[in-house]
């Protein structure tokens, strides 16, 4: 089996730190960019796609600034962490997410992070 590598991205988003953190944290805000559906119970999120169901697990959360889910059928090491990072002097918003994958398989996993945030941004209407 291949090892799953961790990668980041960073994305500009003109969005405040609040209102965005709403789309990453309420199952409601991540049904609008992330996933066609997400519902949420006992600490686990499910989210479908395309008719497939994937829970994930809530491993922690930072008001307006991060999220951290991990897939329950994923690696133990795996994770997916999106993170509100806001620059001091500009006032500029961006979001960091950091993700897993095989070697061979980060390329299309970060295509599929690069037209999520477009979509996003798209909904944020930023």
Known sequence: MLEKKKFSMEYEVNSSPKILFGFLNEPNGL???????????????????????QKAKLLSMKDNKLVKFKFLDDEPHCYFEMEILQDELTNDVALSITDFATEDSIQDRRLIWDNQIQYLIGVLGA
């Open 31 to 53: 049904a609008q960019w992330f996933a066609d559906d997400v519902s949420y119970r006992d600490q686990i999120y499910t989210f479908t796609w395309d008719g497939e169901t």
